[in-house]
């Protein structure tokens, strides 16, 4: 393994706010769009809203998915997130209170996914092969047939007008409304995660079969990248949608997408972790990019300017999920209960 | 990177089985033992489970092809995605099983946790346990590949409901199973019952425990089941039988050096020979002499008695292709008293063109060259891994002290180092399970490994 170059880290990067103890592996976190409130949910359903007045973090739990939690979304004004479980449920909570609104029977087992539309504040939902959009009056208007598999991930376009969906054999494209039949982009595969990018020319997947797949939204066509060691859980476009980076190994591997994409070029890479990736995230504007891996270290990159890590941390457990609020805060949920918040030096 | 070897790998047990055989009530009997551990169950078919403080999850099976379709590399995706899930909440349990539904391949199921990387590096195939409901299978083991497949992948199978069937039947039938997968522990049961400790934590790296309970599996197989040496006078003897499993039998008399075990060994490989030649049919009452003759003898209808002409006094061998006891046979003189062998001797029936799917087993002394046995097996993989259901061996590299194990199903394969050689106890075991396999190809490419 190649010597990680530490000449342009500054220790001080990385200022923490807040270190909370939800004592359960956290499956995800979401911020709000003003970037003052962060929801958690952890493996065994439990919810938890995060306040944070200026520098003071507050939070509490606010209640539990039977069985176990899966995904959490806020919708894009902030005063309601929804999250799913094992119990078959969608529960949409107040987004300042925490006072759940409503509890939505939306599958027989286990909801994965619930997703709102950036635009519309419509919902989609998947539970075992099926989706599901539900309009702002909370009644579902759309029902896909049955994918091939369970659905492994769900993501709305950018404008908001269709939600892809991946499964076994890949990307299935449904625009309620307009188009009567979804789109395939079959791949003989089983699909694990989807990244629009935010110009939506391209529905990037992380596969199963350790490869990445950059599907061209228009044509049809797609761009297959090899190589990584493993499957390929971790996707995130920059905010220009010119660079996705992957997880999939032990470096964050970059990828230009602009002109004819990404075939034929060489990825840029990045070293710093010990053992392979478990989050990667661009800030949603600004140029930061940040990696945790299963060696529970927290790496901060400015990628478009060199390849050396800026700014480290070691956690205290690998980081289960990994967002950045507008304001250029971090969340990092943990494998050991543990939510990390840090704000970068001004 | 991580030393997963430091890492405990949780154990997980898959239990397979036709629909009927008693899979569910195994698994209550599972949960409900005091056992003292705690057990997430992810099962196929929803039976009446559900016990407190156990983790019971539905799944529908998904089989997930990766690669175009090459059978090696299909995998379950259903147990990917909510196996992955339960790593998340290791602390919360000790031991996984899995119940695959009764028409399940069992290959996807291991397959999962060969390919999967994440599962691979968190989770310990313990064992394959597979139910056969000694009343149905044979109605199904003819013509079904799901009930061959089940059987050749099991480390444990268990011959449940022997009250239903007669002890014959049950004894050939374990002997056809045993034949298919000579690793497999077979266990009789009844009601599923039967000691937690022979199904869960066998250690699926563990052959020395297949070995301790069938010293015989690695042995070379023979056409004939015993053989038995007489002193006899000259003159008449009675071979009388009564009617048993097999309607007909080959037997071989034939005459030996001298009264000692030796002797009748001397005789063993000739009677190897003579059992491949073509046989005559005889009747009740026919009369054998001592030769290299190989008589059939038909064993239908009602007190079967065939005639051993003695020519001189001496010592003589009798060797048959069922154990005489399954027929009750006895041999008397011309005055009707039993006359008994001097030395009997049991061998390890050859039912191996019997059966497409059986099991070579490889013991022998040396150490492995590690540059000589890696091209081996890979190129043997790629040319028979569709054939190849399930391997496992322990392995003597030269320049390492430590034992290697490994097991592989179908083209894949995983393998580490255990625990130091003790003194004098190197060697090389392993077990090939699968369709078409050319035992002589398979022991002669491995020892051209050996340095």
Known sequence: ????????????????????????????????????????????????????????????????????????????????????????????????????????????????????????????????????????????????????????????????????????????????????????????????????????????????????????????????????????????????????????????ILWDCSGKGPAGRKPREYLAHSNKLTQVAFQPTGELLASTGKDAVLAIWDPMKHDKIIGRKILSAPASSLRWNKDANLAIGQEDGRVAIFKLKS | MLDNNKYDRIPVTVLTGFLGSGKTTLLNRILTENHGKRIAVIENEFGEIGVDNDLVIGAEEEIFEMNNGCICCTVRGDLIRILSNLMKRRDKFDHIMIETTGMADPGPVAQTFFMDDELREALNLDGVVTLVDTKHVLLHIDDSDEVKEQIAFADVILLNKIDLVSATELDQLEARIHAMNSAAKIYRTQDAVIEMDKVLNLGGFDLDRALEIDPKFLEPEYPFEWSGLFEFSAGDYYFALQPGPDPAMNINFRLADNASEAGMRETVEKAVLVFSSDEISLKSGSVIEPSEQLSKINLEGEKLKYILRVPNAGSYVLYTEHHPEEFAAIITDAAGNQVKSLFNREFKPDHEHDEDVASVGISTPGDLDPKKFEPWL??????????????????????????????????????????????????????????????????????????
């Open chain 2, 378 to 451: 890979r190129d043997l993989l790629a040319k028979q891994g569709p054939d190849i259901f399930r391997m496992k061996g322990v392995l003597s590299f030269s320049e390492s002290s430590e034992r290697y194990v490994f097991q592989g199903v179908h083209m894949l394969f995983d393998g580490r180092k255990d625990r130091p050689w003790r003194e004098g106890e190197r060697s090389n075991s392993l077990i090939f399970i699968g369709r078409n396999l050319d035992r002589e190809q398979l022991n002669k490419g491995f020892s051209e490994c050996l340095i």
């Open chain 1, 1 to 252: 393994m190649p010597d990680i170059d530490y000449s342009f880290l500054d220790d001080d990067l990385l200022i923490e706010l807040s270190q909370l103890e939800l004592d359960d592996y956290i499956i995800e976190l979401a911020w709000s769009s003003n970037g003052e409130n962060l929801a958690a949910i952890t493996v065994e359903g439990k919810v938890f809203l995060v306040n944070k007045y200026a520098d003071i973090i507050k939070y509490k739990l606010i209640g539990q998915h039977d069985k176990g939690g899966n995904s959490v979304s806020w919708r894009s004004d902030g005063k309601e997130f929804a999250t799913v479980g094992h119990d078959g449920k969608i529960k949409i909570w107040d987004g300042i209170s925490g006072n759940e609104i409503i509890s939505l029977e939306a599958g027989d087992s286990w909801v994965s996914k619930a997703i709102y539309n950036p635009h519309s504040n419509w919902l989609a939902s998947a539970a075992g092969r099926q989706l599901r959009l539900w309009d702002t009056n909370r009644e579902v208007f759309y029902e896909s047939s049955d994918h091939s598999s369970t659905i492994a991930d769900l993501g709305w376009s950018p404008d908001g007008s269709g939600v892809a969906v991946a499964a076994y054999n890949g990307v299935t494209l449904h625009v309620p409304h307009k188009q009567k039949q979804p789109r395939k982009y079959s791949w003989k595969g089983s699909s694990l995660v989807l990244a629009w990018s935010p110009d939506a020319r391209y529905i990037a997947t992380g596969e199963q079969d350790s490869t990445v797949h950059f599907w061209h939204r228009a044509s049809g066509e797609d761009d297959r990248m090899y190589g990584f060691p493993t499957k390929v859980l971790e996707l995130s476009w920059n905010s220009t949608g010119r660079w996705l980076a992957t997880g999939g190994s032990s470096s964050v």
